[in-house]
C-alpha cells in the first residue's frame, strides 16, 4: 500500500536502515503482528505440515519463515517506492506497521499514468516473489529438503494473497488506486474517480469491521477478531482521509494565494518595543501572532506571543519586536502573493505553523491562515453541492 504523507504528523518507530535514500522503520505495532505471525507458524502451521520434529524445529522454521514474509512486504513497499521515485515523486519513508507496510510518498501524482504505475509496482513484485518462491518450494521437495520446501511453498501462498487482498479496487488498497487511475484517465475527473474507489474502499472496511466483531462475539469466538477490526477501522479512516484530500486538491487548482489571504493585516513595527507590542497589539487584537515589518514596509518575521514567555518581562522595555523575529528563522514563514493555495496549504499542515505572510516584492502585503483555506473551501464546496 502506498499513501501520501501526512504533513506534520510526528511519527516514531525503530529505525532499521536506509536503501535507494528511502528510512525504513518498524512501528511499534508491527512488533505485536510479528509475534502473533511467528507464535501461529511454530505452534500450529508448522506442526501440522511437518509433524514429528522437535519444538526447536518449529521455533527455528516459524522466525524463518515470518523474517521471510515480512521482507516479502518490504520488497513490495519498495516496489512501490522505485516506480514513484522514477516517476519524480520521492519517498522519504517505508514503515512495517500492524497492517502491513506503509510507502509514505511525499505528494499525489499528477496524473493517471503515474498513479497507475505507482500503485501496480507493488504487486508486480509480490507476484515475481510469489513465481519464485514456488519454483523453489518444488526444487526444494525433489531433492528431498522438505522443511525448506513447506516454507517456500508457504511464501508462494503469503505473496500471492498479497497481491489478491491488495489487488481489492477499494482506495486505499493498491487496486482502489489502480481503479482511481483508471477512471481518472477516462473522465479526467480526479474527485469522482476518489469518490467512487474510496467509497467501495470504506464499503470494504466495513465488511471487516463486521467480521471481525462477527469472531469475537459469536461463538466459536476468536480473538484474531481484533485484527480484522484494526484493519478495517485503519482503512476506513484513509479511504476518507484520501477522498476529503481530493476534494481539497480540486478546490484548491489554480486558486492563488491572493485570491484567499487577508490583506492589510495589523502590523508591528521593528523599532516597537515589546511591552509597546504587547499592549498595543497582543492585549487588544485578537491574534496571538503579528506580523513585524520595518517601516519601508519590509517583511521582518512573524512575532509569536509564546516567543514573549522566553524573555524575562522586565527586559521587555528595551527589546524591539524586530529584534526578536530576527533571531527566529522567518523563510518558512513566507509565501509569494503568486504561488499556489495548495502550496500554501502543505506548509500550513505543519504543526504550530497556523499563518503565513505574504509577500510581493520583499514587502508584506497580506497573511494567509489554515482558517482561510478551510473556509474558502467549505464556501466553494458548498456552492457545488
Ligand atoms: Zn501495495
Redesign the pocket.
Known amino acids: 500500500?502506498?499513501q501520501e504523507k501526512a504533513p506534520g504528523r510526528r511519527r516514531g518507530g525503530l529505525f532499521i536502515g536506509r536503501w535507494f535514500g528511502i528510512a525504513f522503520y518498524l512501528d511499534a505495532s508491527w512488533f505485536l503482528i510479528a509475534a502473533i505471525v511467528t507464535y501461529e507458524l511454530a505452534n500450529e502451521l508448522f506442526p501440522a505440515e511437518l509433524p514429528g520434529r522437535s519444538p526447536a524445529v518449529y521455533i527455528a522454521l516459524g522466525v524463518i519463515a515470518a523474517f521471510l514474509f515480512f521482507s516479502s512486504i518490504l520488497l513490495?513497499e519498495l516496489g512501490?517506492s522505485l516506480v514513484s521515485q522514477r516517476c519524480g515523486i520521492p519517498v522519504p519513508r517505508i514503515t512495517l506497521l500492524f497492517i502491513g507496510g506503509l510507502a509514505e510518498i511525499s505528494r499525489e501524482p499528477d496524473d493517471a499514468k503515474s498513479e497507475l504505475k505507482i500503485a501496480l509496482g507493488?504487486?508486480a513484485v509480490s507476484v515475481i516473489l510469489s513465481v519464485l518462491s514456488q519454483l523453489l518450494s518444488w526444487g526444494f521437495a525433489a531433492l528431498g529438503w522438505q522443511p525448506a520446501a513447506v516454507v517456500c511453498g508457504l511464501l508462494a501462498m503469503t505473496n500471492l494473497s498479497l497481491v489478491v487482498f491488495?489487488m481489492i479496487p477499494g482506495y486505499p488498497l493498491?487496486g482502489g488506486r489502480v481503479l482511481r487511475a483508471l477512471i481518472w484517465a477516462k473522465t479526467g475527473r480526479l474527485r469522482r474517480a476518489t469518490y467512487i474507489s474510496s467509497r467501495i474502499g470504506i464499503g470494504f472496511s466495513w465488511l471487516l469491521i463486521f467480521a471481525g466483531a462477527w469472531m469475537l462475539l459469536v461463538p466459536p469466538q476468536n480473538w484474531r477478531g481484533v485484527i480484522y477490526l484494526l484493519i478495517g477501522f485503519f482503512l476506513k479512516s484513509a479511504a476518507e482521509a484520501g477522498y476529503a484530500n481530493a476534494i481539497q486538491r480540486e478546490m484548491l487548482a489554480g486558486v492563488r494565494v491572493r485570491d484567499l489571504m487577508t490583506a492589510n493585516p495589523a502590523v508591528i513595527p521593528d523599532t516597537l518595543p515589546l511591552n509597546l507590542a504587547v499592549e498595543d497589539f497582543f492585549l487588544t487584537g485578537h491574534y496571538v501572532v503579528y506580523p513585524v515589518c520595518a517601516a519601508d514596509g519590509d517583511f521582518r518575521g512573524l512575532l509569536r506571543l509564546d516567543f514573549l514567555k522566553e524573555i524575562p518581562r522586565e527586559k521587555w522595555p528595551y527589546v524591539s519586536a524586530g529584534d526578536v523575529v530576527a533571531e527566529k528563522s522567518s523563510d518558512a514563514l513566507r509565501i509569494g502573493v503568486n504561488e499556489s493555495a495548495a502550496r500554501a496549504m502543505r506548509l500550513l499542515l505543519a504543526p504550530e505553523l497556523t499563518r503565513l505572510a505574504v509577500i510581493e516584492d520583499g514587502k508584506l502585503v497580506g497573511i494567509v491562515t489554515r482558517h482561510d483555506i478551510l473556509h474558502f473551501i467549505e464556501i466553494h464546496t458548498e456552492l457545488e453541492d
Open positions: 500500500m502506498s513490495h512501490h507493488g504487486p491488495n493498491d
